[in-house]
């Protein structure tokens, strides 16, 4: 951009200054929840009891982290990071995988019932699982996938975002790239495997950054089909951590385990920074 | 658009689509039918057989004052966690679109909030002002302000408003920006050149070529705030007091898991489903609209 050569719009001196210290101020407030879970991670249940509790990390982390990791409060939280890592593979594999699939079909071919069931796949954008999960959970009980990988991740894949996605971009492949394949004879999988499925590299990678996110956060679901603490996923386990009366909850622990879910998903979307807007962009338009 | 090469052949297609077509009819179509089927019946107080009620379902959450409580209360809800979390958004984007260098690393710090679940930012905000141990809650308790949120229904719905509007200023706050940058500098200028200070730039050119993005967040964010809160409620809340904070997608799980209360729970996820609906294509028509923008 000619940004550089111009700046006659873009501050300087004591001004520029001042837009900095705006931005640092608006930093510390956003991160100030995260710096006090992480404070409270680092120091003992008797300095968080005593309020007001220190802004400053306390020499417990190690101690603290190891107790969350692998004995935890109901289950170790080594348990739960496992579980989450998981359901958020397998559904952003899964979505992607089963996505590929049907836009290929549906771009790519003309079939009976195609226009009904680019129909249905479009109605599924507009239900969040949220508003039938009555039904849904009668669904999965019905399977005998209560406590399942296979009932934490299927239901969840049951969404056409991807497909449209995957849609709208093999749209813009050039059609001169198919009828080459087509006058080679190649077949219609070979084409799918050694033409498409690599030009939708970039795609696929942004998708699974924004599923897997997606993922990782589920809160609702796993908390209604994981009644086995042993199949409960880290952000739901944490609410699961709080003693049901009146006593103190175990802060230390608790906030530990509130650091350790959010590392997963901070780094990737951090780390692939660029993938992960525009993945987001692609998505919600 | 349509693809003017095709390949032939109806069977290969059939089987492409069909794990997405089984999915969703099993996950999606079955359940969603259900909970419209449901509605209409109520189960006897043994659970043995439904007993059909037409539209009685809708008539008596339509009369119950609590659904009613929960529409305005959700409302209330998603407009503040709209509100508060595109304000902010909209002020740091703006702040630091006029940063030549090292937006880029405000960027990354900034947008560290929207990997947090929102479920965890529960936690997190909870822990706060938690009413024995939080710091903030301390600090408002020596000023000479008792903070109860457990008491007091005002401050449960400003606890989940904050918690819930937290992670979306990332999120906001990367299209802002986005937008900003895609903003002709020479437009910009040409305004500076004719003696237009920053506000008034501000008002008169910048707002109006971010009205479609800001359009889009009201929508997204809207959606947000109805579907995707449940677990900073939960988290904090649980809904209360007296219902307070019990949001429409909240009552579905309260009355249906906790209440068993099956049929006026289905009722209430079939009233969500056009809800849905209705925002979906406000979002779309929007969308069109956008492209000729």
Redesign the interface.
Same mark, same amino acid.
């Given at each position: 951009?000619?940004?550089?050569t111009?700046?006659?719009?873009? @501050?300087r001196g004591a001004g520029?200054w001042l837009?900095?210290v705006?931005?640092i101020l608006?930093?510390l407030v956003?991160?100030f929840?995260?710096w006090?879970?992480f404070v409270?991670s680092t120091v003992t249940q008797s300095d968080?009891?005593r309020?007001?509790?220190p802004?400053w990390p306390g020499d417990q982390l190690w101690t603290n982290y190891k107790s969350a990791l692998f004995s935890g409060l109901n289950v170790p939280v080594a348990t739960m990071l496992m579980n989450s890592l998981i359901m958020a593979v397998g559904i952003a594999v899964g979505k992607i995988?089963?996505?590929l699939?049907?836009a290929? #079909?549906?771009?790519?071919? /003309?079939?009976?019932? @195609?226009n009904l069931?680019f129909w249905?796949?479009f109605? &599924?954008?507009?239900?969040?699982v949220? !508003? @039938?999960?009555?039904? &849904?959970?009668? !669904?999965?009980a019905g399977f005998g996938m209560l406590n399942s990988y296979s009932g934490l991740i299927?239901?969840l %894949?049951?969404?056409?975002t991807a &497909?449209f996605l995957f849609r709208q971009f093999?749209?813009t492949i050039p059609?001169e790239l #198919?009828?080459a394949a087509?006058v080679d004879g190649a077949r219609?999988?070979r084409?799918f495997w050694d033409i498409v499925v690599p030009m939708s590299r970039t795609n696929v990678a942004a998708l699974f950054v924004i599923l897997f996110?997606y993922g990782?956060?589920?809160?609702?679901w796993p908390?209604?089909i994981t009644t086995d603490p042993e199949m409960n996923t880290i952000?739901?386990g944490? /609410?699961q951590m709080f003693p049901s009366g009146d006593d103190?909850a175990d802060?230390p622990t %608790?906030?530990a385990t509130?650091i350790l879910?959010?590392i997963p998903? !901070?780094i990737?979307?951090?780390g692939m920074?660029r993938l992960? %807007?525009r993945g987001?962009?692609d998505s919600? /338009? | 658009m349509e693809k003017r090469v095709k390949f032939r052949g109806w069977l290969l297609p059939l089987l492409l689509i069909a794990p997405q077509v089984v999915v969703s009819a099993v996950f999606f179509f079955y359940p969603a039918g259900q909970a419209i089927w449901q509605s209409l019946f109520i189960p006897d107080p043994f659970g043995l057989s439904m007993k059909w009620v037409g539209l009685g379902n809708f008539e008596y959450l339509l009369s119950d004052r609590y659904y009613r409580a929960s529409f305005v209360t959700t409302a209330v809800f998603s407009i503040l966690v709209t509100l508060s979390s595109m304000i902010p958004a909209l002020f740091l984007a703006v702040t630091a679109d006029r940063l030549i260098k090292g937006s880029g690393v405000y960027r990354t710090l900034l947008i560290w909030p929207y990997a947090v679940a929102p479920a965890v930012a529960g936690v997190l905000w909870l822990f706060m002002f938690n009413t024995r141990v939080g710091v903030v809650s301390w600090y408002l308790g020596q000023l000479g302000y008792d903070w109860n949120h457990v008491l007091n229904g005002g401050e449960a719905m400003g606890l989940v408003v904050v918690a819930s509007a937290w992670g979306r200023i990332s999120y906001n706050f990367l299209f802002f920006f986005a937008a900003l940058q895609a903003v002709p500098r020479s437009v910009i200028e040409a305004a500076a050149i004719d003696g237009a200070h920053f506000w008034r730039r501000f008002w008169t050119i910048v707002l109006p070529l971010l009205s479609p993005t800001t359009f889009f967040l009201l929508v997204v964010n809207i959606v947000y705030s109805f579907f995707e809160t449940f677990g900073v409620i939960h988290t904090i809340t649980a809904g209360g007091p007296q219902q307070t904070t019990t949001i429409l997608v909240y009552k579905v799980f309260s009355d249906g898991f906790v209440g068993q209360d099956l049929g006026s729970s289905a009722a209430q996820s079939v009233i969500l489903l056009f809800v849905v609906g209705l925002l979906t294509v406000v979002q779309f028509k929007f969308i069109e609209k956008r492209v000729h923008y």
């Open positions: 951009m000619a940004r550089e111009h700046g006659m719009v873009e @501050r520029l837009t900095h705006f931005m608006g930093v956003i991160f929840p995260i006090l879970a409270a968080i009891i309020p007001p509790m802004v995988i089963i996505s699939l049907s290929f #079909a549906i771009v790519y071919f /003309k079939f009976p019932g @195609r069931f249905l796949i109605l &599924t954008l507009m239900l969040p949220e !508003v @039938r999960i009555v039904p &849904t959970y009668e !669904v999965v299927f239901p %894949i049951a969404s056409a &497909t093999f749209l059609d #198919a009828e087509r219609p999988m084409f996110i990782w956060n589920q809160y609702l908390l209604l952000v739901m944490i /609410k103190f802060w %608790i906030m509130s879910a959010m998903p !901070v990737v979307v951090v920074q992960f %807007i987001l962009v919600e /338009k | -």
